[in-house]
């Protein structure tokens, strides 16, 4: 599958967190490429990154730090892709300092910025998705279909909570 979003972070221990965008791209089908790069350790790699995307056809990237987290907005300093920030909560701040870094970004250098962890960066995956699919057909029936599922399993946890509280 070729590559058209694009999961970068800032170090290895990110990968953890990371791999959750990748979960849900591989369930719909959509190919992706992971790196690490950091803003302050590499940021020559960053540029090369950003340059390559560009030229690949990456279309959005995904961008997860933690501590100062500004590897998100390096990246969307120097591209016109779209680019979605997961903070991740590894410094001594519990990641508060990677969600202020990711929202407060100044005018005219936007990030979608997700929640913190995994959960962010599963929505930022399927946010992601969302984008890739206002011009996909077959994109946006996975998501109606997705949607449908999540409302089916709440549906099925409150029939047994009713069989169980029944029961009582």
Request: overall charge positive; cysteine-free.
């Amino acid at each position: 599958m070729k590559p058209i979003v694009g999961i970068v972070m800032g170090s290895d221990s990110d990968l953890v967190v990371m791999e959750e965008a990748g979960k849900v791209l591989d369930s719909f089908g959509v190919g992706y490429e992971i790196t690490i790069a950091s803003a302050h350790r590499s940021p020559d790699k960053i540029r090369e990154y950003i340059h390559s995307a560009e030229k690949i056809g990456i279309k959005i990237i995904i961008a997860g730090a933690g501590w100062a987290a500004h590897l998100a907005g390096v990246i969307a300093a120097e591209t016109t892709i779209p680019v979605i920030g997961v903070p991740i909560d590894s410094s001594p701040l519990l990641g508060i300092d990677s969600i202020l870094s990711m929202l407060q970004m100044p005018s005219g250098i936007p990030v979608a910025t997700m929640a913190l962890g995994k959960g962010g960066a599963k929505n930022a995956a399927i946010l992601a998705v969302q984008i890739l699919a206002v011009n996909d057909k077959d994109l946006q029936k996975k998501l109606k279909n997705y949607k449908k599922k999540m409302a089916d399993e709440v549906e099925e946890k409150d029939k047994r909570l009713k069989v169980k509280r029944a029961k009582r």
